[in-house]
T-cell receptor, first 113, second 110 residues
């Protein structure tokens, strides 16, 4: 009964490279959420997806960031041309429904050099 | 002003003490209130989930919500060293978007 899985757990990128973060929701969960946690700050909502649909991306920067949740496979958060300010912990959560409890994964810690 | 305010601490208590944590918020539309525990380098783990005002108890944990004051609390009785973690309050209205406090770091000394 695996929980939410994220990989990689740690990712180091140089400025200008691309970062791909993957999230596999809990079994039976079709709703995926991405949050970002900056040092000394709380988690901030980025995007909400269902299979093959982006429902709400209001918390995601308009440029360089994109997310998808394909019919098959994990959800992907992609950051193009990373900058030092992108260094943060990125958490994925999943739920069975819109208003149901969100269960979080262990996070991916991105460091941009 | 942040939507959810939480004192980051750190808070250090001796084993067996009562830990008292709280958050204030500004959005009166929030109806669902949660407390998550986050161990170092791990993901948040849901501890308590309450709807609207009132108290909820689960073992050594008690969550209180006072919507009139826009204030929520978490109490941990008989604290243990294993309770040492960062505690995050979170809240939402009728949709899915969780708003988090910055977290309070708690250390329980053996």
């Amino acid at each position: 009964n695996a929980g939410v899985m994220q990989n990689p757990r740690h990712l180091v990128r140089r400025r200008g490279q691309e970062a791909r973060l993957r999230c596999s929701p809990m079994k039976g969960h079709s709703h995926v959420y991405w949050y970002r946690q900056l040092p000394e700050e709380g988690l901030k909502f980025m995007v909400y997806l269902q299979k093959e649909n982006i429902i709400d991306e209001s918390g995601m920067p308009k440029e360089r960031f994109s997310a998808e949740f394909p019919k098959e496979g994990p959800s992907i958060l992609r950051i193009q041309q990373v900058v030092r300010g992108d260094s943060a912990a990125y958490f994925c959560a999943s739920s069975t429904g819109l208003q149901e409890t969100q269960y979080f994964g262990p996070g991916t810690r991105l460091l941009v050099l | 002003q942040k939507e959810v305010e939480q004192d980051p601490g750190p808070l250090s208590v001796p084993e067996g003490a009562i830990v008292s944590l709280n958050c204030t918020y500004s959005n009166s539309a929030f109806q669902y209130f949660m407390w998550y525990r986050q161990y170092s380098r791990k993901g948040p783990e849901l501890l308590m989930y309450t709807y609207s005002s009132g108290n909820k108890e689960d073992g050594r944990f008690t969550a209180q919500v006072d919507k009139s004051s826009k204030y929520i609390s978490l109490f941990i009785r008989d604290s243990q060293p294993s309770d040492s973690a960062t505690y995050l309050c979170a809240m939402k209205n009728n949709d899915y978007k969780l708003s988090f406090g910055a977290g309070t770091t708690v250390t329980v000394r053996a």
